[in-house]
């Protein structure tokens, strides 16, 4: 089955139709700007042509106020631009809070995604309709970008470090899934499909074919076997900072400062434990760069964000 | 052979200041040097076309034919650093501000003629690197060596490369500290910075901006360098470095290299437009404020280029803003260029059809660089078709076709003979209409998400990459024409009068080819800039043969 072809202003999102009534203003503006001057200059040209018999006494060299008119107007509508674009933009920074989390790890030249579930897909992300969705992505090697054209939607995935895009998609279909940052040799070939299906079809599609399991049970088991429950948990009689209601919160830390516990917090803390040492707390945890890979760090994070739940 | 002929071979210039290689390679005249960064210039301008035309050939299918994905890789990598760093950086400073500001502003040399000449020798050698980078088999990470691709997975010569571009830009650097100690130091008695022409600002702007960001660029590359050589994390996350580090440092250079480049042509522009208008060029103060707010603002904008890079949102928001202010004065630039006309006796010959394509093209750059400033649409935009686009319609609608401009309207003063005219205004129309049709195809292949660097596409994109390649046909042919006339001009052209446009400007008071020491007399007259507006025509249009030399 082949994606979508693409379209300029028929997009597949709810965030995507906001971005299209932006490009198009845009276009009316800029469309306007440049056949005025190029009328203008082609209507200069003809009337003022050597040797033609038209007035052309005091040619004006200056003219104060036509000069700040055509500073002042375009300063006007571009501010008018910019506040607009970024009222749209903001929003790509704050996915609704119901949005189902899925795990996107790039390689060199691939994407490998993980459902809460366990449910994984290579170079195909399959989503339900009208359900907002949030990426956490990060890259085993180069950077990589992430890019629904018919979603408007982009953004780099770096290594060792997450980054996070969300979408609600408005269409259902097959829609082409590229990497826009040059990652080498076969970077034209790291592309794939998002699946937009209907919530009911979805639900079938996620069940079936072989499941790990999910998550956040993989993630408490991690949590078990590499020990950071014997510190971690309420109960241990080692100081360590405890994790319940952790996700989300702001913490303080030993220098003074004070971060928030999300997900490129959690996986500095397990893996560059010193980088960031809560305040009251010893530096004493152990670094488990090297023991962990990327899907057990995927695990272990779902399994914190469901903290509360998990232990209430 | 003609009287006139002779009278032009046998009267001392600058060319026939000595005939021996040592002559030209120890020389230390702005003007000779200004001829040898020339040749060197085209030469890589062919090189990096050459390139281009590969590439334009490959995205002719969707599926990979010509070129496997390594050799794709490394064809637009060349294509990108050789065009940057290698013509478009140099180009309008280093050949025609080198020839053309000490005359402009009546002084006999540039401050610093040694390090003028050095700073050739420097860009050679940086080229050197360049080819052996290629013959080594070249550098596959983008012109933008993004780390930890650069640093960590690249397997191509990213050392080799990474040298070539840290030498040249010391080049640059030279060209910029002689310039700006130049305008300062040596203008003729009367020449105020005021009458500057607008040429010499956008020159002196574009010095300071080189001097400034330039280093920036030295050190990145060292560090890149470093990393690769030693492993120490400096961009490597791995070993605690930081990716988006890089790009901070590499935009910070990066996009204030673009005005380094626009800012010439601007300059270019400014001249050629009064001439053949024959008026005075319009609002020349608000001309030279703008050039300046344009070096300012330029250095305040590079994280537009990382809005999806991961940078905070109040960074990108920030950019935006200033993104939109540098619009302001370049808007400026193109109204006062546009009001020059205004009640002027327009003569299209070629040096001002090249400038009116130069308006045209930069316009359309300029305001599709709104929609890339806009965050929201940015997000779609970036990294697609629609910022190749945008940015070759400034570095190549704009600075190019400025350059070749410059070149045609001070060709007679340069070789001291006339071009064809009609071969000219040929190749002026080609150049505008083959650059269009690859060009403006690619603005709506971003638009529909292509994304750039890559080398097999989906098949829905065919069709206007098969426009943009036949365009890079028409464009090839528009480009070999003046290489072809200019360099018959420069051996069997007409000779040239002093003045052929009747042109204001000190550099057209004395004779074509100028002498070794720029004036006859000692001073030239010092006068208002632009003084058109005596309704004279241009002159060159009916006073001679179109087709040049018929001796």
């Known amino acids: 089955m082949n994606e979508q072809p693409e379209t300029v202003f028929h997009s597949a999102s709810a965030l995507g139709a906001q971005v299209d009534t932006l490009f198009l203003a845009l276009l009316g503006i800029t469309g306007t700007a440049a056949l005025a001057v190029a009328a203008t200059v082609v209507a200069f040209t003809i009337r003022y042509r050597a040797g033609s018999k038209v007035n052309r006494n005091d040619p004006p060299v200056r003219a104060p106020w036509v000069e700040v008119s055509w500073t002042v107007l375009p300063l006007l509508i571009f501010m008018g631009v910019f506040a607009w674009s970024s009222a749209v933009f903001s929003q790509f920074y704050r996915a609704p809070s119901n949005a189902v989390r899925i795990h996107v790890l790039a390689k060199q030249w691939m994407w490998k995604l993980e459902h809460a579930n366990g449910k994984r897909e290579i170079d195909e992300l399959h989503v339900p309709l009208g359900v907002p969705i949030e990426l956490t992505m990060t890259s085993e090697d180069a950077i990589h970008s992430f890019y629904i054209p018919a979603f408007r939607v982009k953004q780099d995935v770096l290594p060792a470090r997450y980054t996070s895009l969300w979408f609600t998609a408005t269409r259902v279909g097959r829609f082409n899934l590229f990497c826009a940052e040059f990652c080498g040799t076969d970077h034209s070939r790291m592309h794939g499909a998002v699946v937009v299906m209907p919530p009911a079809q979805f639900a079938q599609w996620l069940a079936s074919g072989p499941i790990e399991p999910d998550l956040v049970t993989r993630g408490a088991r991690i949590y078990r076997d590499y020990g950071c429950s014997g510190c971690h948990e309420p109960k241990s009689t080692v100081h360590a900072p405890g994790l319940i209601d952790l996700y989300g919160s702001v913490v303080h830390l030993s220098d003074g400062a004070t971060a928030v516990a999300d997900d490129n917090y959690l996986r500095d803390s397990i893996l560059l434990p010193k980088k960031q040492v809560p305040a009251g707390f010893e530096p004493t945890m152990p670094s488990f760069q090297g023991q962990l890979d990327e899907d057990d760090l995927a695990a272990l994070l779902a399994y914190l964000r469901s903290m509360p739940g998990a232990t209430r | ?551």
């Open chain 2, 1 to 551: 052979m003609s009287t006139d002929e002779s009278k032009v071979l046998d009267r001392p210039s600058y060319l026939r200041d000595g005939y021996t290689l040592r002559s030209w390679l120890l020389t230390r005249d702005h003007k000779r040097i200004a001829l040898l960064y020339m040749f060197s210039i085209t030469g890589f301008f062919f090189l990096g076309g050459a390139a281009a035309t590969i590439i334009r050939i490959e995205l002719m299918t969707p599926g990979a034919d010509l070129v496997d994905a390594r050799t794709y890789n490394e064809l637009f990598t060349a294509h990108g650093v050789i065009m940057v760093w290698f013509f478009l950086i140099p180009s309008i400073p280093a050949t025609l501000g080198n020839f053309l500001i000490p005359l402009m502003i009546g002084a006999q040399e540039v401050a610093f003629p040694r390090l003028n000449l050095a700073s050739w020798y420097v860009y050679t050698l940086g080229g050197i690197f360049v080819l052996i980078t290629l013959i080594a088999g070249g550098v596959d990470t983008g012109w933008t060596f993004y780390t930890p691709f650069s640093t960590l997975f690249s397997n191509s010569n990213v050392v080799l490369a990474v040298v070539g571009v840290f030498i040249v830009g010391f080049s640059s650097i030279f060209t910029g500290l002689n310039f700006i100690v130049t305008v300062h130091r040596l203008r003729a008695p009367g020449m105020t910075w005021f009458r500057l022409p607008l040429f010499v600002w956008a020159n002196y702007a574009t010095s300071l901006i080189v001097v400034l960001a330039t280093p920036v660029l030295a050190m990145t590359l060292v560090l890149i360098a470093f990393e690769r050589i030693t492993h120490v994390g400096i961009f490597d996350p791995s070993l605690g470095g930081d990716p988006i580090f890089f790009q901070h440092l590499f935009w910070f250079y990066s996009h204030p290299a673009v005005y380094i480049m626009v800012l010439p042509a601007m300059g270019v522009a400014s001249e050629i437009i009064p001439c053949f208008a024959r008026r005075p060029v319009f609002g020349y103060r608000a001309m030279t404020y703008a050039i300046m707010a344009i070096a300012v603002i330029g250095f305040l904008v590079w994280g537009h280029h990382m809005f999806v890079s991961g940078q905070s949102m109040y960074a990108s928001i920030v950019f935006s803003l200033l993104s939109f202010l540098v619009a302001i004065p370049s808007a400026v630039k193109v109204f006062n260029w546009t009001a020059t006309l205004y009640k002027g006796s327009i003569a299209l010959s070629s040096p001002m059809l090249y400038a009116l394509g130069f308006v045209g093209l930069f316009t359309i750059g300029g305001l599709t660089g709104l929609f890339l400033a806009a965050t929201a649409v940015d997000v779609h935009l970036t990294d697609t078709y629609f910022v190749v686009a945008h940015f070759h319609y400034i570095m190549v609608g704009g600075t190019v076709m400025a350059y070749l401009g410059g070149l045609h309207f001070w060709w007679p003063k340069i070789v001291g003979r006339m071009y064809p005219e009609t071969w000219a205004r040929i190749a002026a129309v080609s150049i505008f209409v083959g650059f269009n049709l690859t060009f403006f195809p690619q603005y709506i292949l971003g638009s529909l998400g292509m994304p750039r660097r890559y080398h097999t596409y989906a098949p829905q994109y065919q069709l206007l990459n098969d426009f943009s390649s036949l365009g890079a046909g028409v464009m090839a042919i528009g480009y070999v024409l003046p290489l072809a006339y200019l360099l018959y001009a420069m051996l069997r052209g007409q000779p040239a009068p002093p003045n052929p446009w009747n042109a204001a400007g000190l550099e057209w008071q004395t004779s074509s080819p100028p002498p070794q020491q720029n004036f006859d007399r000692t001073t030239p007259a010092v006068g208002e800039p632009y003084d058109y507006g005596r309704s004279t025509p241009a002159q060159g249009q009916g006073a001679r043969t179109p087709e040049g030399a018929q001796s």
